[in-house]
């Protein structure tokens, strides 16, 4: 990622990336999980409520064009009915309060009630036996509009999440200090993209699975179980990212420092303080190196490499809390561009991308 070099720069992308990862977070949270949770409550609730026969009032599609000449429909209908000897009215058609074009639900709800009272025929309303008075005709949920409230749950927060990671980023870069020899980072292992993940799978599952858990816990009987199983998955996804997320700290967080080229001669740094950790346990670690030459090609726009030479070129026995790993690489000319070393620690690995330059 390119940098801005001057302090009024960063400032200015700073604020702009806070500003517009701010709207796209508050989007996808009202947007989207929000949407979702009402929709879990709602469909929780339902399945407490009571089947009573109603009569059709009045039915009407009513449709509204936008701006971008798009048109949006919703059924409307006004119901009155009779629930344990008293008589109500109700205008509910279904949960939602918005008109939309998703699918053929809106004109298909419509044609259903328009035929009942051209026929005189009456229709069953769904009563909550906490408020009568809100009797519901559908209370289904859409799967085209939890499709899209889940599009918005997770893209747009993913934006805001972006955008806070490259302010991290940008604050960070002003802190970093050169170094005088070549020191080469452990390649990333995707933990960022999966902690995102993570972070969104947990926001979305325990939205749905809110309602679920209040009944459950609440002491209702035939608590529903398929909502239950998304924060389930966000416990797991926990558990993988944080395996995940403490693999550099098991193997001691390396930093590979090139000392030489031809031949390729390196030595692999381990904090001072710790050193060479021992994840088992144990005070003498199994340590080895393999050194691999790769080499480039295109495939469209997308780069691969291919190992065209591989060697382990140190395998043995080192105590805990070792500093320094050197190693040198004797291998032939085969007219590849890049290295690769890889670290291996009692069966855990740590890989290191050599660029170009050195």
């Known amino acids: 990622m390119a940098q801005?070099?001057?302090?009024?720069?960063?400032?200015?992308?700073?604020?702009?990336?806070?500003?517009?990862?701010?709207?796209?977070?508050?989007?996808?949270?009202?947007?989207?999980?929000?949407?979702?949770?009402?929709?879990?409550?709602?469909?929780?609730?339902?399945?407490?409520?009571?089947?009573?026969?109603?009569?059709?009032?009045?039915?009407?599609?009513?449709?509204?064009?936008?701006?971008?000449?798009?048109?949006?429909?919703?059924?409307?209908?006004?119901?009155?009915?009779?629930?344990?000897?008293?008589?109500?009215?109700?205008?509910?058609?279904?949960?939602?309060?918005?008109?939309?074009?998703?699918?053929?639900?809106?004109?298909?709800?419509?044609g259903e009630l328009r035929g009942a009272l051209e026929r005189g025929e009456s229709v069953t309303l769904w009563v909550d036996p906490r408020a009568p008075a809100s009797a519901v005709y559908d209370k289904t949920i859409r799967p085209g509009m939890v499709a899209i409230q889940l599009a918005f749950g997770i893209l747009f927060p993913s934006v805001g999440l972006g955008c806070l990671?490259?302010?991290v980023h940008i604050l960070r870069a002003g802190h970093r200090k050169p170094v005088a020899a070549p020191l080469v980072r452990p390649r990333g292992h995707g933990y960022h993209l999966m902690l995102c993940a993570t972070l969104h799978l947990n926001s979305v599952g325990w939205t749905i699975a809110q309602p679920a858990l209040e009944q459950l816990f609440g002491g209702h009987p035939a608590p529903v179980w398929p909502p239950l199983l998304f924060p389930a998955a966000g416990v797991a996804m926990i558990y993988f990212t944080w395996r995940r997320w403490t693999q550099p700290h098991l193997t001691g967080q390396p930093m590979l420092e090139v000392t030489g080229r031809s031949p390729l001669r390196g030595r692999i740094r381990f904090p001072p303080r710790t050193g060479l950790p021992s994840p088992s346990g144990q005070p003498m670690v199994p340590v080895s190196i393999d050194a691999a030459q790769l080499r480039e090609r295109r495939i469209a726009r997308k780069r691969e490499f291919d190992t065209v030479w591989q060697q382990r070129v140190l395998d043995r026995t080192v105590a805990r809390g070792t500093d320094v790993l050197e190693f040198e690489v004797n291998a032939p000319h085969l007219g590849a561009r890049r290295w690769r070393i890889t670290l291996h620690v009692d069966n855990r690995a740590v890989v290191f991308d050599l660029p170009n330059t050195i």
């Not at 919703?74 to 000897?85: D, I, L, M, P, V």
Request: with cysteine; hydrophobic share 35%; net charge positive.
């Open 4 to 110: 801005p070099t001057s302090i009024a720069g960063k400032v200015v992308v700073t604020l702009c990336l806070l500003l517009f990862g701010t709207v796209m977070g508050a989007v996808g949270i009202f947007g989207g999980l929000a949407q979702l949770h009402e929709q879990a409550r709602n469909w929780t609730a339902a399945r407490s409520y009571v089947p009573v026969p109603a009569q059709v009032e009045s039915a009407y599609l009513d449709s509204q064009r936008g701006r971008k000449g798009g048109t949006t429909y919703r059924a409307k209908a006004e119901f009155s009915y009779t629930y344990q000897g008293r008589r109500y009215a109700s205008n509910r058609v279904s949960f939602s309060d918005f008109s939309d074009n998703i699918g053929d639900f809106q004109h298909r709800v419509h």
């Open 165 to 167: 990671y490259m302010v």
